[in-house]
DNA sequence: GTCTATAGATGGATAGAC
DNA sequence: GTCTATCCATCTATAGAC
């Protein structure tokens, strides 16, 4: 993975961008060391701080870039009219292609919000609270419309985002299915979600059960 | 936090385990250092190692026992009879009751997989794999029978345990919701997901967005 | 812009007294 | 079982030559 020796800056920059990306996705922010940066880019550690302050500045500047290219992809895809069943299917399939070609990106930004300093996660949680205001309202249009049945839009937006957000845990690019094929089997089982009542098969109350894991607590 | 100095035995290694936790979970596995581990307890740095041979040891204690009281107490609350629907709806309760009870524990098995060796990391795996093939034969039995209509189990399974895992990075003790009121909208929207069967809302094909997604890479 | 060299701090782990 | 003291490795960040 090293580069030739002498090669010089915007090269550099995109390589750091780059190996930084994959070491961070493999062992995280804490154990991810410069030394090991500048190795996989081919130059030595000092040289690193000629393209950031220091290591926060770094991961900050990689998730920033990150969620303003995640709202920019999907104020291009989204539908601004249509049924709220058309939108939600857009946002799907947006949000499904999008994560499935940035995995590591999207891994990322969920992971090491905690490694980002108190005024840098203050800036990324308020871009990630835009993003899911884009989904609700979606939820909340449906369910004007009578589209959607949902008991609260506020739950199925979080259940919905953690649902396709999920995909870059598991999905490989030579696994069983297609990008495609994924994006059609989740499109139908958000929409099912947003448009069934879902009546409760049993009535009993789950009392029991939360005193049963409270007792192998 | 700090305990009295000279506390002994078991006492100490409740205090470890319970003080490890918090500060696996504030700072992850990399960040957190022995020496603030023995701070959090009252205990000099060196005395921790009475009660391990080392900082890995500890993490896959700590998850591995926790894997072990989940499979407890989902086989103390699953049914084993009873209609797909019920024994779903069964499954979700305890999924989200034991989730919101343990925060912590649940963030931290998902989160520092990647910090566990190579051996380790193979056995709790195999316990997740174990964990999932319940809530899948669920999902096979439902299809079977025709309660479920999903177009794919295996998915079925990943995109519910995402969505119900998910609980426990939003859910707070003293929010809006209470433990009840959140089984109850979870139940309902995985059944409605599992039961439906979400029809596309627009037939033309997703190609287009995917190529947007590029674009902007 | 890259290199070498190093400061200064912190980390995991061990040894031996009590 | 806990303490003190320490070894040794590794880390981020900086300084100055080329």
Redesign the interface.
Known sequence: MARIAGSSGPRTEEAIRRAGLQLLY???Y??MSLRQLAAEVGIQQGSLYNYFRNKQEFLFDLIRTHMQ?LH??LD??LLRE??A??R???FV??HV??HI??PQQVFICY?EL??LEPDNLEVIVAMRRDYERKLGAILDLGRETGEF????TR??T??????L???C??YRPDGR?S??A?????????????????????QA???P??R???R??
Chains 1, 2 share one sequence.
């Open positions: 493999t062992h995280g804490a154990a290219d920019a992809a291009a895809a249509g049924s069943a058309e939600l299917q857009r399939e947006f292609a999008y070609e940035r992971s905690r490694s049945q949902l008991a609260d739950m199925g979080l259940a919905i985002l953690a649902m957000s999920g995909i845990n598991w299915l990008t495609d994924v994006q059609a089997i989740f499109t139908g089982m958000v929409l099912a979600l947003a448009r069934g009542e879902g009546e409760a098969a049993v109350p789950p009392a059960l939360t049963l894991a409270a192998l607590r």
